[in-house]
């Protein structure tokens, strides 16, 4: 297509006649009459049979048509003629003078006139050629797009048709997953319910912190996505989803001025019953076919949903603040740490014992998951509760399932790094599987020493 359309371009054209024609029939009767007159008699080959000036004026019109052909023609009677005409013999009348005189150049228009035409007819049968062929790769490559869009929606709708039967265990499991007692449990369980449900390209989960909201989690962002990081409360997005507790939609003219650019769906994430808003579910972008009113009273559903759920475990993180031992793990819990250091510090300061503080930490290759991190909390609970003593303690730390604390009265550092290297060997045997990317990091702190003169 692109030689075709480079052999289209216009020529460049002298008083509608092709430049270069003009310019090879200049160089030839230069070429011609310069070498008639040095080389020949220069009479122009006036006796010659057939007259060289046949040469340009049969190439010119099977090169260039009708036009050029004719001037040829024309050209070549005037080099012949001008200042070259003979005199009339005796022999001949006035007639056959005249005629002996216009033979050949009438003969060249003649040979110009039909040679052109039938070139000149090439020459448009051509051009409509390339053109037609222009036409029909077009419309290849808009027949392949439709194909290609048709065959992309036509995957698209099968694969959706094929996800319907699986739709209904999907939705299950994921609500499932949102009824958690921990916050931090919602927002992980609701990335799997809103993909379930709304089946969005990318959205994120925003928690409400004081005067703005943060981004918790995005689903679907690319490195260098443009979209805010935080919502302070002065924007037109918080102050409609956050302060006025309103759904907003790209949809409608007023909310996507609202939207400001930062997603087509937004919602606040609130307790239906008190109103309390804990975050934000923003959607950015969706499919087309996607973006329906049955869409839109699913995501305000989610909305309420994740919202009564992270008020469930607000309600549940408050009732346990206070609580002695962590459910899942055994251990004492974070809580308490903080209490039972401070008092356990100032007790071995008066009655002069040794207090030795064990930080347990985990790292590797990623976070762990929410699961992960129970088995681990479980995994350090039966080490501590297999080499420490009765007297020691051990408990949660933050983030809870990540730290673990572990206080030992009446222990030096040299003792804590006796129960350091004990723990260490039992929690790597106990990980197993999970010990080629997560390991136990271990750190000591002295919170109070003995005095050894008294």
């Not at 319910?193 to 005067?211: C, G, M, Q, T, Y």
């Not at 990980?431 to 020493?449: C, G, K, S, Y």
Request: aromatic share 8%; proline share 4%.
């Amino acid at each position: 297509m692109s030689s075709a359309r480079s052999e289209d371009e216009a020529p460049r054209e002298l008083l509608g006649l092709r430049a270069t024609a003009l310019f090879e029939m200049a160089i030839f009767f230069a070429l011609a009459l310069a070498l008639d007159r040095l080389v020949f008699d220069g009479d122009r080959f006036r006796d010659v049979a057939p007259h060289p000036f046949w040469a340009v004026v049969v190439l010119i019109s099977m090169q260039y048509g009708t036009n050029e052909g004719l001037l040829a023609a024309v050209a070549a009677s005037v080099a012949l003629l001008v200042g070259n005409i003979p005199p009339q013999p005796l022999a001949l009348d006035l007639f056959a003078y005249l005629f002996e005189l216009s033979k050949t150049p009438l003969m060249w228009v003649a040979a110009g006139l039909v040679v052109g035409e039938l070139r000149s007819r090439h020459l448009r049968e051509r051009t409509e050629l390339r053109r037609n062929l222009v036409e029909a790769e077009t419309q290849a490559q808009v027949i392949t797009a439709a194909y290609e869009s048709m065959s992309t929606a036509k995957d698209e709708l099968e694969a959706r048709i094929a996800g319907q039967f699986r739709t209904l265990l999907t939705v299950f499991r994921a609500a499932m997953a949102v009824e958690r007692l921990d916050a931090a449990g919602v927002v992980d369980g609701a990335n799997a319910l809103v993909s379930a449900i709304l089946n969005p390209e990318k959205f994120s989960i925003w928690r409400l912190k004081e005067a703005e909201i943060d981004l918790t989690h995005a689903f679907g962002w690319k490195d260098g996505e443009r979209y805010l990081r935080s919502i302070p409360e002065d924007h037109s997005l918080y102050r409609r989803a956050i302060a006025e507790r309103r759904l907003l939609c790209v949809a409608r003219q007023a909310d996507e001025k609202e939207l400001a650019g930062e997603g087509v769906l937004a919602g606040p994430l609130q307790d239906p019953e008190t109103g309390e808003v804990f975050g934000l579910l923003k959607v950015e972008t969706v499919g087309l076919l996607d973006l329906t009113p049955v869409t839109i009273e699913n995501f305000r559903l989610l909305c309420d949903w994740i919202g009564s759920n992270l008020a469930i475990a607000k309600r549940f993180e408050d009732a346990s603040s206070d609580r002695i031992l962590d459910p899942e793990a055994g251990l004492l819990s974070a809580q308490l740490f903080d209490r039972q250091r401070e008092f356990l510090t100032k007790l071995a300061e008066r009655v002069d014992f040794d207090l030795t503080l064990i930080v347990v930490g985990f790292e590797g290759d990623g976070e762990l998951s929410r699961d992960e991190a129970i088995v681990v909390g479980k995994i350090v609970a039966v080490s501590v509760g297999q080499w420490l003593r009765e007297t020691d303690l051990a408990f949660q730390w933050r983030p809870v399932g990540r730290r673990f604390a572990v206080l030992l009265p009446a222990t030096n550092g040299a003792g804590a790094r006796l129960v350091i290297r004990k723990l260490k060997d039992d929690i790597n045997i106990r990980l197993n599987v999970m010990a080629d990317r997560v390991r136990p990091t271990f750190e000591i702190e002295e919170l109070h020493r003995r005095d050894v003169r008294r």
